[in-house]
Nanobody, 123 residues
Framework: QVQLVESGGGLVQAGGSLRLSCAAS????????MGWFRRRPGKEREFVAA????????SYATSVKGRSTISRDNAKNTVFLQMNSLKVEDTAVYYC????????????????WGQGTQVTVSS
């Protein structure tokens, strides 16, 4: 059983940056592809970014591509999401998730989820 704990959320002005972290425990971190998802107010949970087990394959939602970077440190069992040029519409609860095998953009393909961290972008 994998436990995931997100951190790094907060309140930031539009145009600012945040770096989210997700620390994993209870499993072999390098055997899991990792993803970031978000739930914006009144919306369904949606894909943001994903990284493969060794970090060689990255995937981004169109809405964040060019503004966000996902990375992982398998030695520290941590995945990161660097978000730049934040917009008001990026306001959401951000979740990290883990799945076996390859990268996926689909919510239902992930097996383990963190509790989420709130990101609020003010205008």
């Amino acid at each position: 059983q994998v436990q995931l704990v997100e951190s790094g959320g907060g309140l930031v002005q539009a145009g600012g940056s945040l770096r989210l972290s997700c620390a994993a425990s209870g499993g072999t971190f390098s055997s899991y592809a990792m993803g970031w998802f978000r739930r914006r107010p009144g919306k369904e949970r949606e894909f943001v970014a994903a990284v493969s087990r060794a970090g060689g394959t990255l995937s981004y939602a169109t809405s964040v591509k060019g503004r966000s970077t996902i990375s992982r440190d398998n030695a520290k069992n941590t995945v990161f999401l660097q978000m730049n040029s934040l917009k008001v519409e990026d306001t959401a609860v951000y979740y990290c998730a883990a799945k076996s095998m390859g990268v996926s953009t689909t919510v239902t393909s992930y097996d383990y989820w963190g509790q989420g961290t709130q990101v609020t972008v003010s205008s």
